[in-house]
C-alpha cells in the first residue's frame, strides 16, 4: 500500500524560528479516484444532516433529518440502496434510544449499578429484531430531499473499474418518530410484562428525551 508523505510546513516555519525538529507526518493514498459525479459537489449534509437542515432553513420544528449511504456497479441501486439505509439507521436510532432509555430506568428502579441489559433483553440481537419492526413501519413515512453519488475507480488498488456511491438525505416527521418510541416500549413491554411495572414513572417523557438526544447529534 503506497503512503505519501507530507511535511508540515507550519511545524518547518517553528523549527526554523526555534529549532524544533521537522516532524513528518505520513497518510494514506487514496484507495480510488472520482471519475464522475452528481453536480453540485459534497454538500455539508453528508455529515451532519441537522446542523445542516437547520442553517439552510429547513423545516426541523417538525422533521429529523438523517444520511443513508450505500454502493452499488449501478447508480439507480446505489441510491434506492441509501434511501433504504436511512430508514434502517432511524429504527436502529430509535430501537437503541428505547432500550438504553427502559435499562437505565429499570437499573434506577433495583438500586442497581448495572445497566439494566439483563432485565429488558436489549443485546445486540434483540435490539436488531426491535429496529427491524419499526423500519417497516417507517417504508411510506421517509421523505429524500436531496441526493449525491460519486463514481469511483479502484482499478489502482486492484478493485472494480466502476463502483457508484450514493448518499442520500432523508427526513422523516418528529411525530412519527415519536410514534415509532411509543411502538417500541410497546414491543419492549408486551415481550417482559414484569418490566412495565419496574419503569413506571421513571420514563415521564421519552419522546422529549430523544428530541433532546437528537439536538446534540
Known amino acids: 500500500m503506497k503512503k505519501i508523505i507530507f511535511t508540515l510546513s507550519a511545524i518547518s516555519v517553528l523549527s526554523a524560528c526555534g529549532g524544533a525538529p521537522v516532524r513528518e ?19 455539508a449534509w453528508l455529515d451532519n444532516p441537522n446542523f445542516y437542515a437547520k442553517k439552510e432553513g429547513l423545516d426541523t420544528d417538525k422533521f429529523y433529518y438523517y444520511v443513508g449511504d450505500a ?4 447508480k439507480r441501486m446505489a441510491c434506492e440502496k441509501a434511501n433504504a439505509d436511512a430508514v434502517d439507521d432511524i429504527a436502529k436510532q430509535v430501537s437503541s434510544f428505547v432500550d438504553t432509555t427502559i435499562a437505565r430506568a429499570s437499573a434506577d428502579s433495583t438500586g442497581s449499578d448495572t445497566s439494566g441489559v439483563s432485565a429488558v433483553s436489549s443485546s445486540q440481537t434483540e435490539t436488531s429484531k426491535l429496529s ?16 449525491y453519488w460519486e463514481q469511483r475507480d479502484f482499478s489502482q488498488v486492484g478493485g472494480a473499474k466502476s463502483i457508484y456511491i450514493c448518499w442520500v438525505l432523508a427526513k422523516v ?15 419492549r413491554f408486551k415481550n417482559d410484562p414484569e418490566l412495565k411495572s419496574k419503569v413506571e414513572g ?12 437528537m439536538q446534540a447529534h
Open 25 to 43: 507526518v505520513t497518510v494514506e493514498a487514496p484507495q480510488f479516484k472520482v471519475t464522475d459525479a452528481a453536480p453540485g459537489g459534497r454538500e
Open 71 to 74: 454502493q452499488s456497479a449501478d
Open 132 to 147: 427491524s419492526q419499526l423500519s417497516k413501519t417507517l417504508v411510506s413515512g421517509v421523505e429524500k430531499n436531496k441526493q
Open 173 to 187: 416527521s418528529k411525530k412519527q418518530v415519536d410514534d415509532l418510541i411509543t411502538r417500541a416500549q410497546t414491543i
Open 202 to 213: 421513571k420514563m415521564v417523557d421519552i419522546q422529549k428525551d430523544f428530541d433532546k438526544y
